[in-house]
């Protein structure tokens, strides 16, 4: 079992800044592949980002490319996402999933998820 809690979520004024936390638990953090997801009201659950263990070839979203940035601290068995020039379509409930298999792309891929961090962006 491997156990994530999502943190850092808050309002925030379009063009701001947030930075979200994943912290996971339970078995070795580094076998697995991650991924932020975010579900909009009345909207199905989306992929955001996705950070393979090794850090490389991250994976965004056409909608966060360039302003959001995924990453992973193995060693505090943590997983961040940056968001920068936050619009207020990115309001929605983050969160975070885990994976030991190859494929990312769905949320049927992931073993694992936390309960979700709401974020808020006021224009």
């Known amino acids: 079992q491997v156990q994530l809690v999502e943190s850092g979520g808050r309002l925030v004024q379009a063009g701001g800044s947030l930075r979200l936390s994943c912290a996971a638990s339970?078995?070795?953090?580094?076998?697995?592949?991650m991924a932020w997801f975010r579900q909009a009201p009345g909207k199905e659950r989306d992929l955001v980002a996705f950070?393979?263990?090794?850090?490389?070839?991250?994976y965004y979203a056409d909608s966060v490319k360039g302003r959001f940035t995924i990453s992973r601290d193995n060693a505090k068995n943590t997983v961040y996402l940056q968001m920068n020039s936050l619009k207020p379509e990115d309001t929605a409930v983050y969160y975070c999933?885990?994976?030991?298999?190859?494929?990312?792309?769905?949320?049927?891929?992931?073993?694992?998820w936390g309960q979700g961090t709401q974020v808020t962006v006021s224009s």
């Open positions: 999933a885990a994976t030991s298999g190859g494929l990312y792309r769905g949320q049927r891929d992931y073993n694992y």
């Open positions: 950070i393979n263990w090794r850090s490389d070839s991250p």
């Open positions: 339970g078995r070795t953090f580094s076998n697995y592949n």
